[in-house]
Every structure is written in C-alpha cells, then in structure tokens.
C-alpha cells in the first residue's frame, strides 16, 4: 500500500477544528444510524453484492447530476492515492459485511469497532503523532462503551473473529489515508472513490457467485451467498434510500476526518451506536437494557473529553 501512494502524502497543515468535526460526524450517524436500519428489509429480497454494485450506481449517479448544479469537483488531482484509500475502505467493508455469514451482528461490529485503537496505534508508530493521555482514556471509554451496547459475549472467543478485526485495521487505515494521503481532494472526490470501488466488488462478487453456484438459504441468511436476483420494487426503493443517505453522510464523515486529527475524529463514529440504537426504538420498538445504556453513557464521555482536551 505504501508503494502505491508513494510521494503523494500531502502535508497536514490545517489546525485542529474538533467541534466542527465531532459535528460533522454526529449528522452521519444520525442518518447513517437511520438508513442502515433498512439493511435488514434489503437482505431479505436481495444480496450483497447486488446491493453493493446497485447502491453504488444510484449513488455514482446522483453525484453525475449534482455535479454540474452545484460544482462538485469529482476527479481526484492524485488518482493513485484516491484509489489507494478506496481500496482500503472497501476491502474493510468486505471483512466487516463477510464476517456476518459466520458470526453474529454484535460481535462482527465490536471486532470493526476496533478502528479507533488502531488509528492511535498508527497515529503513534507509523506517523510519530503526539497522543496525549486524555485521547488515550477517551479512546478506552469508548472501546469499553462500545463492548457495553454490543455485549458480544461468548462469541468473542471464536478465531474467525479476526476477519472483523482485519477489517477494523483497515477501516483505521482508510481514515488515516483521508487527511494524509488525500488531504488536497474534496469530499466529494473521496467519496465518489469510495462508492466507484464498492461497486466494483459488488460486480465482482455477483461474477464469481454465478460461476460457484452455491447453494443459498432463503431470506436475510442468504445475503451474502445470494448472487442476480431480479430485484423488487421494495429492494429498489430501500437501496436508493440506503444510496443517497450514505452518500450524505459519509460526504459528512470524510469532512469530519478533514478537519481533525484521525485520532480525535475516529472517537467521535462511537455517536453511530447511539444513533443506531434510537432508530431501532423508533421503527422497530427494540428497547436498550441497562447495561447497553451505561455503554452509550461511556461513549458520549469519550466524546466529550476528546472534544474539551484539545491539547491531549
């Protein structure tokens, strides 16, 4: 990976602006929380990969109308580095999406959930970026709040939990990528990456499903098995949504990475398990124990203490 975006690195000159960023950030779990609540209704008609490749060409094209109205520039001034980063964010998206075949939703998010501890270990070792004792406690509160909501339980000593884990690594690696590697691009231009190479995947996969014909359960457990399926109206409906809601909110996200530290911004992603959590009681009516809500407790103090201790 270093090779492929050698020379490219920009210099991170911009200053810390760490409440727009924990702002920025709190409107994409807000609605990333929302559209991804609609993920089961998907699953349950359609597959992965076809969801993949068809959310990334609804969403590839709204930015080919938006782009003229309102001046959006979308080819990336470093290509090489674009692609880099959108390689690296949707191969940890294919760990975290084909870990669920084998474990529990729980368990597959507290393994991704790891990101933010990567991104201080790389931050520190790879970068030589000063990380103060606060953001240390900030980042441990939230990892600690996240195990909280989660409640992975036995299923964390299972060895295939590194594929979610792996794509943790890689999900902190991408967010670093997004204010080192690509620190002169739009969001726009991140973003438009990231989708182009999720669809790429979803192509992919549907390709070699086709050829593997494998045997796929019916309903949501053959997600990720289920290749071409003529899709409904619900499955196209809800994928739209599911395209034009990430598209805003991960401009959203990519705009916080852009005006903070990765460090400092990486706690803040923590609000999307809250966010996540309100909606599933909104449409679903899925309550939140006790022990789920001292976690979300913990995460918003993570949050807090990043935001107040601008020095460390």
């Known amino acids: 990976m270093s090779e492929a975006v050698a020379g490219t690195e920009a210099p991170v000159t911009a200053g810390n602006r760490t409440l727009a960023a924990a702002g920025a950030i709190l409107i994409y779990a807000v609605i990333i929380g929302f559209t991804d609540n609609f993920v089961r209704v998907i699953a349950d008609q359609g597959g992965l990969w076809q969801f993949h490749a068809t959310r990334s060409v609804m969403a590839l094209a709204l930015f080919a109308v938006a782009a003229p109205v309102l001046g959006l520039r979308l080819w990336p001034r470093n290509p090489r580095a674009v692609a880099a980063r959108s390689l690296v964010h949707g191969t940890a998206m294919l760990f975290y999406f084909g870990s669920l075949a084998f474990l529990p ?6 393994g991704l959930f790891t990101a933010p501890i990567f991104v201080l270990l790389l931050s520190r070792f790879a970068y030589g ?3 103060g004792p606060f953001r240390i406690v900030a980042v441990a ?3 600690l709040g996240t195990l909280m909501v989660l409640d992975p339980g036995e299923g964390t000593l299972s060895p295939v939990l590194i594929a979610p884990v792996i794509g943790g690594f890689l999900y902190a690696l991408g967010n670093l990528a997004t204010r080192r590697w690509c620190a002169g691009e739009s969001a726009e231009t991140l973003v438009a990456g990231f989708f182009a190479m999720l669809g790429l995947y979803g192509a992919l996969g549907m390709a070699v499903l086709a050829l593997a014909a494998p ?8 997600f990720v098995l289920r290749g071409w399926v003529w899709p409904s109206a619900s499955f196209m409906g809800w994928t739209f949504v599911q ?4 598209l805003l909110g991960i401009v959203m996200m990519v705009k916080g ?3 903070a530290e990765a ?3 990486a706690v803040f992603e923590y609000t999307i398990l809250p966010c996540a959590a309100f909606w599933s009681w909104f449409l679903w009516g899925e309550m939140l ?4 809500l001292l976690g979300i407790g913990l995460i918003v103090a993570a949050g807090m203490l990043i935001a107040l201790r601008r020095k460390g």
Request: net charge positive; hydrophobic share 50%; aromatic share 6%.
């Open 257 to 259: 990475y852009q005006m």
């Open 105 to 110: 939703v729980a368990v597959v998010a507290a």
């Open 243 to 246: 395209a034009a809601g990430s």
């Open 129 to 131: 970026e000063r990380i």
């Open 263 to 265: 460090s400092r911004a």
């Open 141 to 143: 509160l939230g990892f």
């Open 289 to 292: 124990g006790g022990r789920a």
């Open 215 to 222: 045997e796929v359960p019916g309903g949501a457990a053959g």
